[in-house]
């Protein structure tokens, strides 16, 4: 089956903000806090909130205490003023389309003109701008309301934000033919304009389509039917639980889309069991192949395979004869490292890889067994190296078991308690802790000293695990800001973050292959170049929305490092 995601999918820029400033609101003010009504309409982002404790307010007190965020959908201006007078901290969350569309009612309104609002009576949108239109308002949704309106003397048209772009253009032309005098404003947001425009496109090329959202969205509600109009089977669907009955079975091309409410770890999550279904139901070769794949991803084993690869490409990198030692130790640590960071990472797996955060929980003591064995049986691996290595991969090991442990005690005011509470620390650490395995412990080892040649090779490895970290980091950036953690994209943003990538991986292209080029590292350098070269393609088709996260691009990129072993066994054979 192949998959198709609209670009546009996912939140907008005005729930994205209001979602940000519920998360960031414990830290930032007065407990407790509040959303006046439901925030955005997705059951699974309010169900969040109320787990971290921010509770929906429903009906204005006579007093109160605390913080009161204001929905992304708006209020009407008499609800804040009562919510300020009651004594809550008011944050106002709406989104800023929405209050241009307030300030378009509030001016005209003040000059004596009508409002004819074009949206859903019942919308909590529709609900705040009526406030602002006053006794002048008037509701249309469909072509009776407006044939049901009087003429008046001046008036202007808005629309809903996520109202439906075919039958607002429906009453303009009625406005421009009966009343030209009336004024019309184009406020149906261009996020929503291209939703609805990408999903008809989408349509076109795809068997069905799944839509993606909250059954009280509007907008998702909206793209649903514009789909349906289409002809293609359409399912709208609030999570991937759902999937299992739209009988997808025999399909081609299926696509996605979703409605500006909807997270894109829920999105994520229906793509996987997309991705799955398949490949579960069939006995060919492809179903096999998703057989022996998934349960080596979920237990890291190719992950450990891949740094073994990577060891024994930075060995004949620093010409150095490879050995079983360097190669097992660095399978051994990372294994055991990743299996322990999934072990203690499940809050965030829940939302970027259910399926995974599910084995954990169920196998998490075999899983548990097998973190401490394989660290254990990669320190005597070091051991056998040497002194030198056993030092290091030892005192690595105790930092790595440090990771989540309190340092500083509860009584001093200082914010970064623990190694995992500093910003970014667990992709640079994570990075820095391959590029010793695979590259500083092998060329100790073997020489002796460190030299030039083992510093490139261990800056290479690094920056090419980094840009991999960081980049699984970008995917699962949403269910990461769920659960509070502070990765790089998440302090950078998703751009910045993108540049940063692309530079290291252009960094890591010119530094091997130059020093191959002056002698410093052996041939194969220019070989290897592929490693980050590949790894720039797949961020870059990422990027242009051509690449999309789920099982076949995690694979694609852990086989970057096995691709480095079988590069250096085929130079080693010609």
Known sequence: MKIEIAKTAGFCMGVRRAVELALDAPGKHAAPIYTYGPLIHNPQVLALFAEKGI????????????????????????????????????????????????????????KGFDTI??????????????????????????????????????????????????????????????????????????????????????????????????????????????????????????T????????????????????????????????????????TRSSD?????????????????????????????CSRLMGITPASAPVAAAMLYVLSMHLLNHLTG???????????????ETHRLRLSALAIAAGAAGILCAAMMGTTAFVI?????????????????????????????????????IAAAWGVVVALLPGIAAKRYLSADILLVFAWATGLVFSRTAFFDLLDVQGDRMVGKETLPILLGGVKTVVLLKGILTAAI????????????????????????????????????????GMRLEFLVESLFLLSGLLTLLVGWF
């Open 346 to 360: 499940t809050a965030e797996d829940q939302y970027n890889d259910p399926e995974r955060a599910r084995f954990y």
């Open 240 to 279: 991937e639980a759902e999937l299992g009955g739209c009988g997808l079975d025999g399909l081609g091309t299926v696509g996605i889309t979703a409605g500006a409410s909807t997270p894109n770890w829920i999105i994520k999550r229906v793509y996987r069991e997309l991705e799955r279904l398949p490949a």
């Open 285 to 313: 070769a492809f179903g096999e192949c998703f057989r022996i794949v998934q349960p080596l991803l979920l237990t890291n084993g190719y992950v450990a395979l891949g740094a073994g690869c990577l060891a024994f490409a």
């Open 117 to 238: 609002i074009v949206g859903d009576r019942d919308h909590p949108e529709v609900v705040g701008l009526m406030g602002y239109a006053g006794v002048s308002g008037h509701v249309v949704s469909t072509q009776a309301d407006l044939d049901a309106l009087p003429a008046f003397d001046q008036a202007i048209i808005v629309a809903q934000t996520t109202q439906n772009m075919r039958f607002y253009e429906t009453i303009k032309a009625w406005a421009a033919e009966t009343h030209p005098h009336y004024k019309a404003f184009d406020t149906i947001c261009d996020s929503t304009e291209k939703r609805q425009a990408e999903v008809k496109r989408l349509a076109e090329g795809v068997d069905a389509v799944i839509v993606v959202g909250g059954r009280q969205s509007g907008n998702t509600r909206r793209l649903a039917e514009i789909a349906a109009d289409s002809g293609k089977p359409t399912f709208h669907v609030e």
């Open 510 to 549: 010119l530094l091997v292959a130059l020093a191959a080029a002056v002698g410093l590292v052996a041939p194969l350098g220019f070989l290897l170049t592929l490693c980050p070269g590949i790894m720039l393609v797949l961020v870059t088709a990422h990027e242009q929305g051509r690449m999309l996260p």
């Open 393 to 429: 991969l030892l005192l690595m090991s105790l930092l790595g078991l440090t990771y989540n442990l309190y340092l500083v005690p509860a009584g001093l005011d200082f914010r970064f308690r623990r190694i995992k509470d500093i910003p970014g620390s667990k992709t640079i650490l």
């Open 55 to 110: 509770r929906v307010l429903n009906e204005i007190p006579e007093r109160g205490c605390g913080t009161v965020l204001i929905r992304a959908h708006g209020v009407p201006p008499a609800d804040k003023k009562r919510l300020s007078a009651a004594g809550f901290n008011v944050v106002d969350a709406t989104c800023p389309r929405v209050i241009r569309v307030q300030t378009i009612i509030r001016v005209h309104a003040r």
